[in-house]
């Protein structure tokens, strides 16, 4: 047992679970973040990768993501571990996904209501170039749900029983749609004019 006086052991962050993370930045977050940093750098990119995905642009996405980083630092403390971390964040992510997506679908129609041109307004490009352009291209032909269901399975690489549980649907719906959007993305692959 340590005394209060006696300076507290250092550790390596990146040698610790998830689980062990959430603990210590739970007891860390009003002195210090070492290990809420740990976490957000281990999921930072795949993080970046799902709200892009979702989203189609990286400019959304980078915001999207800020906003989840301080959502996961706020609410970290409420967090019961009845879920996976990795889990916990996705859905944070998802949910937040949904909001921006919505946010940008008011915004469009805003425009078109107001006869401006919405391009005007883009400076960067929001497509990346190769291989990640064509997954864009054929992500585009699926509604978001399944979009968001393909995301969560192949770039966030959850389970169907966490993806159901993030997207609040049951898993034998999860896995159907699932294959069904993979089915559709097959024959748009095998009759792209169709």
Known sequence: MTSRNEP??????????????????KGE???????????????????FNVCARYLGNERDADDVCQEVMLKVLHG??????????????YS??????????????????????????????????????GESQGLNKLLAHVNPIDREILVLRFVAELEFQEIANIMHMGL???????????????????????
């Not at 977050?29 to 993080?47: D, F, G, P, V, W």
């Not at 998802?94 to 919505?102: K, L």
């Open 8 to 25: 507290r052991r250092c550790y390596n962050p990146a040698a610790l679970s998830d689980e062990e993370l959430v603990i210590a930045a």
């Open 76 to 89: 970290l403390k409420h967090f019961e571990g009845k879920a996976k971390f990795k889990t916990w964040l």
């Open 172 to 194: 034998s719906a999860t896995k159907m749609r699932y294959k069904r959007v993979l089915e559709k993305l097959r024959d748009h692959i095998d009759s792209p004019f169709i």
């Open 92 to 129: 944070i992510t998802y949910n937040e996904c949904i909001t921006q997506y919505r946010k940008e679908k008011r915004k469009k129609r805003l425009l078109e209501a107001l006869s401006l041109d919405g391009q005007e307004e883009e400076i960067e490009p929001e497509a990346p170039v």
């Open 29 to 47: 977050l009003l002195h210090t973040t070492i290990a809420y940093e740990e976490l957000m750098r281990r999921y930072q990119r795949t993080l």
